[in-house]
């Protein structure tokens, strides 16, 4: 466990606490601490009781709520900048789970309730993200209930290149975190059909696939005009 490294942070200017002052957020830092978690380690476990919150500084987590017959469903992930937790909540409703090593930046729920009742600004950009999670969740209900397998596959891959991509000259690079199998999971499909859809992709020259988990978007405008948005 290692204290708070704000001044080394890497999204020390996109996440909540960006809306603080220095003095202000030596007062969060104050109370933070650094936690580190491999791939596949819970975070956060659903029904015990939400001690902790915060932010995460690196890697991919995700939501995810066992069904009654005990299969996991995996309804959504969090990216870097993004907070984790539910303050104000007695239990969680859900797990978070490292998808790939993770670092977060954790307070005691109580302590940052607290620094949230003094600043206004940060508690406003708290609300903001989470009406945008939520609307989130809606266009991704709506996705589920009535996209093509096409339109799933290519809002989800997206999003990963707005998230997590890294933009070069004509293309965006993505190593993508999760296998086709858990890509099938989250999109409500099966990996053959995930498989189907990527060699289309690949042959209309949406995509590249180099090998591994690697992903080249190569046309993004095509790849947008297969989205649900976009019919």
């Known amino acids: 466990m290692e204290t708070g490294l704000c001044s080394g942070c890497e999204v020390r200017d996109i996440a909540l606490c960006s809306t603080l002052s220095e003095p202000d957020r030596a007062a969060l830092k104050a109370i933070s601490h650094h936690r580190h978690f491999e791939k596949g380690a819970v975070v956060m476990w659903a029904g015990d009781e939400a ?4 932010t995460l500084v690196s890697g991919l987590l ?32 859900f797990s978070v789970t490292a998808l790939t090593d993770c670092r977060l930046c ?4 109580a302590a940052f309730e607290s620094v949230l009742d003094n600043h206004i600004a940060m508690e406003r950009m708290l609300l903001r993200r989470t009406m945008a999670a939520l609307d989130s969740a809606r266009s991704r209900m709506l996705l589920l209930s009535r996209g093509t397998a096409a339109e799933k596959l290519a809002g989800f891959l997206l999003e990963m290149a707005d998230r997590i991509g890294e933009p070069q000259a004509s293309h965006i690079v993505i190593d993508l975190p999760l296998s086709r199998g858990q890509i099938a999971d989250l999109l409500g499909l099966t990996i053959e059909t995930v ?28 790849l947008s005009a297969c989205t649900i948005d976009a019919a």
């Open 62 to 93: 995700e939501l995810s709520a066992s069904a009654r017959d005990g299969r996991k469903q995996i309804f959504g992930l969090l990216y870097p900048s993004d907070f984790v937790g539910q303050p104000d909540a007695g239990l969680m409703p």
């Open 51 to 54: 001690v902790s919150c915060g």
């Open 106 to 109: 954790l307070y005691p729920r």
């Open 195 to 222: 498989s189907r859809q990527m060699t289309h992709f690949r042959a209309a020259g949406h995509i590249e696939l180099p090998g591994g988990r690697a992903l080249i978007i190569r046309n993004r405008t095509a």
